[in-house]
């Protein structure tokens, strides 16, 4: 889940029957995460080999970043990627990308998200 996918490639497997396979094989394993800095204040630093870089994000880019890990992680993953800037590196946008399908949100997750978006609304208000 955490690289693009290089290719993919069709190999014979098991003794009985010789199923085909699809194996996807990647290319550029790298890491992407939230950190918490102060006061409200939250960056994105995204890691592939020795290149690192912080982004900092709003306080509404982090919040649809935690509804859509409720509702749909792989759609997080991509939509941080999204926000990074990566000028002054040798990549782009388009050289990352979490492969993988997210599956329909079902109900008790919708609900499960409304609470906690609910908590994390009154708790962020008794900061003020």
Not at 57 to 83: F, G, H, M, T, V
Not at 96 to 123: C, H, S, V, Y
Request: proline share 3%; net charge positive; charged share 30%.
């Amino acid at each position: 889940m955490f690289s693009e996918i290089n290719k993919k490639t069709a190999i014979i497997a098991g003794a009985k029957g010789k199923r085909l396979k699809n194996i996807i094989k990647t290319n550029k394993s790298f890491s992407i995460r939230v950190l918490y800095i102060r006061y409200g204040v939250y960056d994105i630093v995204f890691t592939y080999q020795e290149t690192t870089v912080f982004q900092p994000i709003s306080d509404e880019q982090y919040r649809e970043y935690r509804k859509l890990c409720y509702l749909r992680p792989i759609r997080a993953k991509n939509y941080l990627l999204d926000l990074v800037n990566f000028d002054g590196t040798p990549y782009n946008r388009g050289d990352f990308q979490f492969i993988g399908k997210d599956d329909e949100p079902t109900k008790a997750m919708i609900a499960l998200w409304q609470e906690i978006e609910k908590n994390l609304f009154n708790r962020d208000n008794q900061h003020t």
